[in-house]
């Protein structure tokens, strides 16, 4: 791994001397972000119930569902066919299961992969816990008894409910060589398929991503790899925490009561305050005092050694980070187990979907995520914290926040602590916003790549 041919710059004089109520100002922003973090996970927890009242298809358990019965497809393709697998991953798509209409989309692929139609029994249990999946039922048997010509409108809001598992039902009752079967084999290999690379090509930038870890280790130990945050004063310090927490609660609380005071407010319209939050954030410092070149220099806004040669940096940052993010997925593992919360994300929906809605999600994913968050995450807040205490502290700190206003839950904040925490390195390394753009951008990119694959 390289590191800088040359120094940065020494940083001008202070930017200023005093300012006033700095300290105050410190202590108050303090409090407004650990306000935005509490309501963040308050509307996380309304949006979940919503959610489950609501009853929409659970897309990670209908990821997993397209994996097995792919799986099962490639192995009867290849002339064989092992029960302990089909039960093994049964069990591994189980821990997705969260709802009574989960258990019953578990019912219709145990089914499948069992090559049989669930009983009567079980359906007729299912059926009489509420009016819901008492319709649900009825039209999975309209199914098998019309073999899958079922009322339209019964069916449609199956699928509206259940989404590709409620294809699968389907499929389940028509011929073997029906195409609507040929449909959804095809969508279950093609996801295998997908994951099954991803997983190999996974390890490989894993094992990768070790080793320039080793290297950066190895060099920063040497003293030939500089990390290194510069020294700032509290009043400083002060002034670009306040301004990320301006940012942040203009960011949450303005599109919030834009939705609680207007009815049938257009998709883009909450993204307008955001706009508006992101460059009062950026510029309060300058508002308050501070000269242009520091400004400029305690944000990390310059160009560093290169543009080309950030981005690089910013490549092999990422790679290095992947250990780490094994790390996270693990942990997150372990908080699913004893809590019970999966991770989720509402991008996944838009993928799961139709239109442009996906490349709208693209671009805020791999545009606008890298750039407003780097510049408010690691412009702001990182260097803002880590003037009143160690920059250690002062990352981990930066890191949890980053990761808790993230929608993904508490089972998803060990991985994006991780990434947080790598891209704060890549500032200390680099000093330009220009690397850690260019791995959250890597990282959001890759991500976005794998939902267009597997939908």
């Known amino acids: 791994m390289e590191s800088p041919s040359a120094l940065p710059p020494p940083l001008p004089p202070p930017a200023f001397s005093s300012c006033r109520l700095s300290k105050t100002g410190f202590g108050l922003a303090v409090l407004v972000i650990a306000a935005c973090a509490v309501f963040v996970v308050g509307r996380q927890t309304e949006h979940r119930v919503e959610r489950e009242e609501r009853v929409g298809p659970n897309r990670m358990l209908e990821l997993m569902a397209r994996y097995a019965v792919g799986v099962k497809g ?56 509420d009016e819901s999946l008492r319709a649900d ?57 997908v994951l099954m690379g991803a997983s190999f090509l996974g390890m490989i930038a894993v094992v990768a991503g070790l080793v320039v870890m080793i290297m950066a280790i190895t060099r920063w130990r040497a003293g030939k790899l500089h990390l290194t945050l510069a020294l700032r004063s509290r009043v400083e310090g002060g002034v670009l925490t306040e301004g ?22 257009p998709h883009w319209a909450p993204y ?44 092999l940052g990422w790679v290095a980070a992947l250990p780490l993010l094994v790390a996270g997925m693990i942990a997150a593992s372990w908080i699913m187990k004893f809590t019970g919360d999966v991770p989720s994300h509402p991008i996944v929906d838009v993928f799961a979907g139709d239109g442009w809605a996906k490349f709208g999600a693209i671009i805020l994913a791999v545009v606008w995520a890298p750039v407003s968050e780097e510049v408010m995450f690691r412009g702001l807040l990182f260097p803002g914290l880590s003037a009143w205490m160690r920059w250690l502290a002062g990352l981990l700190l930066s ?28 500032r200390m390394w680099r000093h330009s916003l220009i690397a850690p753009m260019t791995a959250h951008a890597l990282n959001n990119g890759i991500m976005c790549l794998m939902m267009l694959l597997l939908w």
Do not use: C
Not at 159 to 173: E, S, T
């Open 137 to 193: 039922v009825a039209e999975l048997e309209a199914l098998k008894a019309t073999q899958g010509k079922g009322d339209d409108e019964a069916w449609k809001a199956l699928k509206q409910r259940h989404g590709w598992i409620a294809d699968l039902a389907r499929a389940q009752v028509l011929a073997d060589d029906a195409d609507e079967r040929k449909v959804v084999m095809q969508q279950a290999m093609g996801t295998a398929m």
């Open 244 to 265: 990320f927490a301006i940012y942040l609660a203009l960011f949450l609380f303005l599109p919030w009561l834009l939705r609680t005071w207007l009815d049938h407010l």
């Open 272 to 315: 307008v305050p955001a706009i508006g939050a992101l460059i009062l954030g950026a510029v309060w410092p300058l508002l308050r005092g501070m000269k242009r070149p520091q400004w400029k220099a305690a944000l990390g806004f310059h160009r560093g050694q290169g543009v080309l040669q950030e981005m690089k940096a910013g490549l």
């Open 399 to 426: 890191a949890f926040v980053f990761a808790v206003i993230h929608p993904q839950g508490w089972a998803g904040v060990p991985a994006i602590m991780a990434l947080a925490g790598t891209f704060s390195l890549l």
């Open 74 to 129: 490639m192995l009867l393709s290849a002339g064989q066919s092992n029960a302990d697998v089909t039960k093994a991953m049964q069990e591994d798509i189980g821990q997705f299961a969260r709802t009574d209409e989960d258990g019953l989309r578990l019912l219709i692929l145990k089914g499948w992969l069992a090559d049989t139609w669930p009983t009567a029994a079980d359906l007729n249990g299912f059926a009489a816990k």
